[in-house]
Nanobody, 124 residues
Framework: DVQLVESGGGSVQAGGSLRLSCVVSGYTSNGIRVGWFRQPPGKGLEGVASISIRTGTTDLADSVKGRFTVSQDNAKNTVYLQMSSLKPEDTAMYYC??????????????????WGQGTQVTVS
C-alpha cells in the first residue's frame, strides 16, 4: 500500500510562508496523483492542490491560486506544498493523499484512497 507522511506545519503570522512536505512510499509505478487537502475547524475537507507524479501537471484550488504552489522531488519521493501570503482563513489541518486511479476531478477528496496523518497549520 501507499504510505504518506506529512511534515512542516506550524504557527505563522498572516502574510508569512510555510512549506509542507509529504513523503510518499510504497507505490510501484509513478502513475499516481498526490493531492493536498485541508480541513478548517468545524468544516469539511477542501481540495487545495494536486500533482501528477508522472507528468508533473498540477491543479490548484481558486482559493489558493497565486499564493500556493505544489511541486515534487522525485529523488526524495516527496511532494511539497509551498504556501505564501498566508491568511487566517488558511488555518486548518492539512493532509496529503494519493490515488492510483484516474478521475477527472483532481481535487475531490473522495477519489483519494491513501491518506497521511495530517499536519496543523495555524495563521494568526
Amino acid at each position: 500500500d501507499v504510505q504518506l507522511v506529512e511534515s512542516g506545519g506550524g504557527s505563522v503570522q498572516a502574510g508569512g510562508s510555510l512549506r509542507l512536505s509529504c513523503v510518499v512510499s510504497g507505490y510501484t509505478s509513478n502513475g499516481i496523483r498526490v493531492g493536498w487537502f485541508r480541513q478548517p475547524p468545524g468544516k469539511g475537507l477542501e481540495g487545495v492542490a494536486s500533482i501528477s507524479i508522472r507528468t508533473g501537471t498540477t491543479d490548484l484550488a481558486d482559493s489558493v491560486k497565486g499564493r500556493f504552489t505544489v511541486s515534487q522531488d522525485n529523488a526524495k519521493n516527496t511532494v511539497y506544498l509551498q504556501m505564501s501570503s498566508l491568511k487566517p482563513e488558511d488555518t486548518a489541518m492539512y493532509y496529503c493523499a494519493a490515488r492510483t486511479l484516474w478521475f477527472a476531478d483532481t481535487l475531490q477528496s473522495s477519489t483519494y484512497k491513501y491518506w497521511g496523518q495530517g499536519t496543523q497549520v495555524t495563521v494568526s
